[in-house]
């Protein structure tokens, strides 16, 4: 992006309604230069620096640091002053268990529940996402007629909030759904999916790379096409079949871009909870239950509520986001200084 | 009004010390020009005055007031910018008000001023568009009409013409002498061409790596620049070095003797008789003409370049590159011997320190 | 660029179809399907009557069965197409059904019951439109205070994340000081602490401020967002530092060099910034979840969830709202596309 002018000088009734914002930030001028008087040049940096600054320190830095201190205290009791202090019982009690593979054999079986189901998600879910955007991404690099309204098909679910994403298909996967029509009309009877615990599964993976997908196939289409086309055109001169400009030089170009959507659709994928809340809320049993949602339901929700059990968890899975984000910031210098060089 | 004075004055970003020990005074109405290599501390000099950058040392004076501490705003200065840095989301009128309504002046007064300058610097025909639909040239013409408008005590001018065309940059310089003729204020220019510097200037300083290398009138640095970089930096084409050896020869003479062994009589003031050894001879290559005379010395042509009314010859001499400009049109061409005389060319006489010897002429 | 796409995938010879082609082909026209098919569906439902949502198999468009009133019955009585045994045709209305046998009345005579078949009588339909199902959640429930409190959240965040972003990215794009690139650092840093890792201790942290139940504690957690101030960071650099001297020199204070030069020329990137924060903040779900106990502060997609997780889902009513609440986003899809689609490829940020 570079600075452009914007257009026009904007309508008079645009004018208008600026008209009080004007007058109140030159009301704010007057103190503000006295303020810079006092402060100087480098002082009013401070300023325009602290409300964000405030914000963030008490919404985002203090939970932070609060939320290890939190992970070591119990009871029921809000406010951390309130609540006594256990060390590392509740990390202890969420690795009390006989059998790491078998979520029954631990003391706190619904962590293990969610960690596994999520797992599975991720793998599942991460795979396939990353297969179908790249197949859409390739395909809407083709040349299409009215590719940006192809491409507005496959993005229109992205902006969609997860609760409507999880009614709509919730509405769809029910017995008087529209998938079950489609198979009366092939013979089949109906079937409610969303009671069975390997469907139900299926239909999260499903639905949130439905909801999500178009966003990935975005920014792969933007790596596809900063791929300077000559590269292709001197593979032709050489005789390169397509298949193989295709290994050679398609994916090892789009490979910064890709490793990137693979790790922003594994953070995101680790953290699923909305859109499945609404589908099949964590259910039937636990079979959809994820880690967001026994986080969320440990700490607010549940008869038992935790909230130190709940912060140590939801502090395994920050240190989980932590080594991806690493990862992808990494990734991410190691695509710029490639870019650089070019 | 308009009178600036910097008494030792220094400059450091971090531990990088960018400007040493500058003293310098400019007069009210003064048209002073900065020049200097790229590099060489001349722009952060004029931020300083403008105040967008503070001195680390030394004292900075306008009209008698110690200004180190007043910020950029209150010093009553105006400047353009080398990218003209006209607000793009402004249109012209707009452009040029903006500074007068910060200092809540009437409206009646403001439009007048932007008339008065829109006429002087005949921009009234788009003083509603916006910069950017407008030409390099009405660019300029508006970043000085932002100046003018303000009627400043002193103008700072950032390499005004570098993003114009060649031509435009010859009319524009003319209007900028005319203007500052008309406007009598005193005006600060950093260029980093001499002959913006030699056409404009009352007074050019020199600067090199942070230092004033001299200070002076054009035909000063012209005639008696001070050392081998203002001499080599003052004039177009650049004047030939030659290496030699210096030998006196009675009073007010020496004998230079060249590379080569080509030995030639130069007067010398009294008292730099002692400048004995090695020496670079320097002589402008207008100064040289072709003439195979007496006391004249071989070259040979390396390269012709016709322009029609002059020819520059490239040549060498004894293994030392020399340049000369000769008038007209001469039928010589590469590996061609030639003969040169410098018996009618001033001759400055560096020391190996690079200091220009005082000549009595 | 269209070459390159030729040639990943070209047609032999120019000639026929090869199978790349027949695939794109398929795979767009089956996207299309898949991608828009549901909320089709969503929209066409959300018209129906209860009784013909619970019919299965469903029909495409919303239909509803006529319906009569008869003499000597109190209720409107749906009407069927019979066919009668001498093979001719008649509409009669249906009293009740016992078993496989109904019990049908003639309008005309209502006194004299006939009794039919029920596989020889099919229901009298008529496309009809159940607007009823938008009316009432907005007559009887509180949906428009949902509607108001997801429209205050969204606005007033929006409002804010643009002024402290932008704020905070002019310091961090034209301001030297001290600790600029930790501040820079640690704004990055926080792009590692996504809400589902911190709900635990922010909620103690809102409910400690009083913002429990509060539309605030909704708004404030989310308008210092990382995102933002990087976009218009990257954006601000961009625009040369000439122009703020050159502010300074007319007497410009730094507050005015924000308001008069920085905002105005930042306007793209704000542009952006506001697209993503409104449908950020209207689809957002766990945070008001979390906050909001009370019926009435409900956003949107709060109360739709709450009341589509209740035994009896009234869906008639539920599916109308979702598509309410959709309708901003698909308003924000149509028009500002493009905008979007540019913002995130050439930043890369959702």
Same mark, same amino acid.
């Given at each position: ?342 | ?104 002046? !009437?409206?009646?007064?403001?439009? =007048?001023?932007?008339? /008065? *300058? #829109? ?5 009234? +025909?788009? &003083? ?108 177009? !084409?650049?004047?030939?070095?030659? =290496?030699?050896?210096? /030998? *006196? #020869? ?5 004998? +230079?003797? &060249? ?103 | ?350």
């Amino acid at each position: 992006m570079k600075a452009d002018v914007p257009k026009g000088t904007g309508s008079s009734l645009g004018e208008a309604a600026m008209a009080p914002v004007r007058l109140a930030m030159a009301a704010i001028d007057a103190p503000l230069r006295w303020v810079q008087r006092r402060l100087g040049i480098g002082g009013m940096a401070t300023f325009f620096l602290l409300p964000n600054m405030l914000i963030f320190g008490v919404f985002v830095l203090l939970p932070f640091f609060i939320n290890f201190a939190y992970s070591m205290t119990g009871g029921t009791a809000l406010f951390l002053p309130d609540r006594s202090f256990v060390g590392g019982e509740q990390y202890a009690r969420l690795f009390d268990c006989a059998n790491y593979t078998d979520p029954n054999s631990c003391a706190e079986d619904t962590f293990w529940t969610a960690v596994g189901n999520t797992a599975w998600f991720v793998l599942l879910q991460v795979s396939l996402m990353i297969l179908f955007s790249l197949i859409t991404a390739l395909i809407l690099n083709r040349e299409l007629m009215a590719r940006s309204f192809w491409r507005a098909v496959f993005f229109f679910p992205v902006l969609l909030s997860p609760v409507v994403v999880g009614l709509i298909w919730k509405w769809i996967l029910q017995r008087q759904g529209l998938l079950n029509f489609g198979l009366y009309g092939l013979g089949f009877d109906p079937y409610t999916w969303l009671n069975d615990r390997n469907w139900s599964f299926a239909a999260t993976v499903g639905v949130s790379i439905w909801a999500h997908m178009g966003f990935y196939t975005l920014i792969l289409l933007a790596g596809l096409q900063a791929i300077p086309k000559d590269l292709y055109e001197a593979a032709e001169m050489d005789g390169t079949r397509p298949a193989r400009a295709f290994w050679r030089i398609t994916l090892p170009l789009l490979m910064p871009n890709l490793l990137v959507v693979i790790v922003l659709v594994l953070i995101r994928a680790v953290q699923i909870f909305d859109e499945v809340y609404v589908l099949t809320g964590g259910g039937p049993g636990t079979s959809t239950l994820y880690i967001t949602q026994y986080i969320y339901e440990t700490g607010f929700a549940t008869q038992l509520r935790n909230p130190g059990l709940a912060a140590a968890a939801s502090i395994l899975m920050g240190a989980v986001l932590v080594v991806l984000t690493l990862v992808q910031l990494g990734l991410g210098r190691k695509g710029e200084k490639k870019g650089a060089r070019k | 009004m308009g009178h600036i004075k910097l008494t030792n004055v220094t400059k450091s970003f971090g531990a990088v010390d960018v400007l040493h020990d500058i003293n310098l005074e400019i007069k009210d109405g003064e048209f002073v020009v900065f020049v200097g290599p790229s590099g060489c501390g001349k722009s952060t000099l004029l931020r300083m005055i403008a105040g967008l950058e503070k001195p680390t040392g030394g004292e900075l004076a306008i009209d008698g007031k110690v200004v180190n501490d007043v910020p950029a705003a209150d010093r009553g200065l105006a400047m353009v910018f080398q990218s003209y840095a006209l607000y793009p989301h402004m249109s012209v009128r707009q452009n040029l008000a903006f500074g007068l309504e910060n200092t809540r002046m !009437p409206k009646a007064e403001i439009a =007048e001023r932007i008339g /008065e *300058a #829109a006429r002087m610097l005949e921009i009234e +025909a788009y &003083l509603e568009r916006r910069p950017g639909q407008l030409s390099g040239g009405q660019r300029q013409r508006v970043a000085i009409g932002r100046a003018i408008v303000r009627r400043p005590v002193a103008f700072l001018l950032d390499e005004p013409l570098s993003n114009l065309d060649a031509e435009l940059r010859g009319s524009t310089r003319a209007e900028l002498a005319a203007l500052h003729a008309r406007l009598s204020a005193t005006m600060i220019y950093v260029t980093h061409d001499q002959v913006e510097a030699m056409t404009l200037a009352d007074r050019i300083v020199v600067l090199r790596a942070g230092r004033i290398e001299q200070i002076g009138t054009p035909l000063e640095l012209y005639n008696r620049p001070a050392n081998r970089f203002v001499a080599g930096f003052i004039g177009s !084409p650049h004047m030939n070095f030659l =290496e030699g050896t210096l /030998e *006196a #020869a009675g009073a007010g003479t020496a004998v +230079a003797t &060249l590379k080569g062994g080509h030995q030639l009589q130069v007067p010398i003031a009294d008292g730099t008789a002692a400048a004995e050894g090695p020496i670079t001879l320097g002589v402008r290559p207008h100064h040289i003409t072709l003439d195979a005379g007496e006391n004249s010395i071989p070259a040979k042509i390396r390269l012709v370049e016709a322009l029609g009314s002059e020819t520059v010859l490239h040549a060498d001499v004894a293994g030392q590159k020399i340049l000369i400009v000769a008038p007209g049109q001469h039928n010589l061409a590469q590996g061609d011997d030639v003969r040169l005389s410098l018996s009618a060319a001033p001759i400055h006489l560096f020391n190996d320190r690079g200091i220009r010897l005082e000549r009595a002429v | 660029m269209s070459r390159v796409a030729e040639f990943i995938f070209r047609r032999r010879g120019r000639s026929g179809w090869h199978w790349t082609d027949v695939f794109t082909w398929v795979w767009l026209i089956g996207g299309l399907f898949i991608m828009f098919g549901p909320a089709v569906w969503l929209v066409g439902s959300s018209f129906k009557s209860p009784a013909a949502l619970a019919e299965f198999p469903p029909t495409i468009m919303p239909y509803v069965t006529q319906k009569a009133t008869v003499e000597g019955y109190d209720k409107p009585l749906d009407l069927y197409e019979v066919t009668m045994p001498d093979g001719s045709k008649t509409v009669l209305a249906e009293v009740r059904r016992i078993g496989i046998v109904s019990q049908m009345v003639s309008p005309d005579k209502p006194t004299e019951i006939v009794k039919v078949k029920i596989a020889e009588r099919t229901p009298v339909r008529t496309m009809s439109f159940a607007t009823s199902n938008y009316s009432e959640p907005f007559t009887h429930f509180d949906f428009v205070r949902y509607l108001w409190n997801s429209v205050f959240v969204t606005v007033t965040a929006t409002l804010i994340t643009l002024i402290v972003n932008s704020m905070a990215a002019f310091a961090l794009s034209k301001y030297e000081f001290r600790g600029r690139t930790f501040a820079m650092l640690l704004i990055l840093a926080t792009l590692m602490v996504p809400l589902s890792v911190i709900m635990v201790p922010l909620y103690s942290i809102v409910s400690a401020l009083g913002l429990f139940n509060n539309l605030w504690g909704v708004i404030l957690p989310t308008v210092a967002t990382p995102t933002g101030v990087f976009i218009l960071r990257q954006y601000m650099l961009t625009i040369p530092d000439e122009l703020i001297d050159a502010a300074r020199m007319d007497k410009a204070s730094e507050w005015q060099i924000y308001w008069r030069i920085i905002l105005p020329l930042t306007a793209p990137a704000l542009a952006v910034l506001a697209i993503f924060s409104v449908v950020w903040r209207w689809n957002d779900f766990l945070w008001p979840l979390i906050v909001l106990s009370r019926k009435e502060l409900y956003t949107l997609q709060v109360g739709l969830s709450i009341y589509s997780g209740e035994l009896n889902v009234q869906w008639h009513f539920i599916l109308a709202m979702t598509v309410v609440t959709m309708i901003p986003v698909v308003l924000v899809f149509i028009f500002l596309q493009r905008f979007i689609t540019t913002g995130i490829a050439g930043t890369g940020l959702k």
